[in-house]
């Protein structure tokens, strides 16, 4: 079953450093790769997404890097604060659907004041 | 906020019986997938709905159906519950069917099968 590999598993950084988060896709339908966070009781919203004919986008603190001939994506959190403090998802289109994402794991981020 | 509700809240049921899930999409938003997150996982996606028809479908059983009616908004109905049923549900609003549209959340229906 296709998958997508997130991590870390949870992540605790200090305010102000940069948070680190990786995913591993497998082959895609289409070119999506977004982020969501999430709040305790809440639903994920769509933090920042990448159509890769870059390698690279930036929206304000947060930014994804992407390597589509490594199948890997990241995304970077600079100057975490601890409104930060959330779990966060990336996700991947599935090999044989336009419809379908996966998505990973999640990782528990903790930025420690 | 996302303009996305769902109902009930939280949801107790029994093995066997059978559970209707609602949501109500955000206003110019034709298109509803549905998500089933476990604890400490991701969201899971079990179909999508555009104009009423169901256009994509995840890995999940046929006791796992849908609607979607003239005003966007959808139903989730799961029969025959097992215990691993029990889950946050989630829907999801987008502008138009496809994987590749930002889709908005609701706060989820938690339910417990018991």
């Known amino acids: 079953q296709q998958q997508v590999k997130q991590s870390p598993q949870s992540l605790i950084v200090q305010k102000g450093g940069i948070s680190i988060i990786n995913c591993a896709y497998e082959?895609?339908?289409?070119?999506?790769f977004p982020w969501y966070q999430q709040f305790p009781g809440k639903g994920p919203a769509l933090l920042i997404a990448?159509?890769?004919d870059v390698s690279e986008k930036k929206e304000g603190r947060f930014t994804i890097s992407f390597n589509k001939s490594a199948k890997q994506f990241s995304l970077h959190i600079m100057d975490s604060q601890p409104g930060d403090s959330a779990t966060y998802f990336c996700?991947?289109?599935?090999?044989?659907?336009?419809?379908?994402?996966?998505w990973g794991a999640g990782t528990k981020l903790i930025i420690k004041p | 906020e996302t303009g996305v509700t769902q109902s009930p809240t939280h949801l107790i049921k029994t093995r066997g019986q059978q559970v209707t899930l609602r949501c109500s999409s955000q206003?110019?938003?034709?298109?509803v997938s549905w998500y089933q997150q476990a604890l400490g996982q991701g969201p899971q996606f079990i179909f999508q709905?555009?104009?009423?028809?169901?256009?994509g479908r995840g890995n999940f059983p046929p006791r796992f159906s849908g609607l979607q009616f003239p005003n966007y908004s959808s139903e989730l109905n799961v029969n025959a519950l097992e215990l691993d049923d029990s889950a946050l549900y989630l829907c999801?609003?987008?502008?138009?069917?496809?994987?590749?549209?930002?889709?908005?959340f609701g706060p989820g229906t938690r339910l417990t099968v018991t």
């Open positions: 999801a609003s987008s502008t138009t069917s496809g994987g590749e549209y930002e889709q908005y």
């Open positions: 206003s110019g938003h034709n298109t």
């Open positions: 709905y555009y104009r009423e028809e169901e256009n």
């Open positions: 082959n895609t339908a289409f070119d999506y």
């Open positions: 990448i159509r890769p």
């Open positions: 996700a991947a289109p599935t090999a044989d659907s336009n419809y379908q994402l996966i």
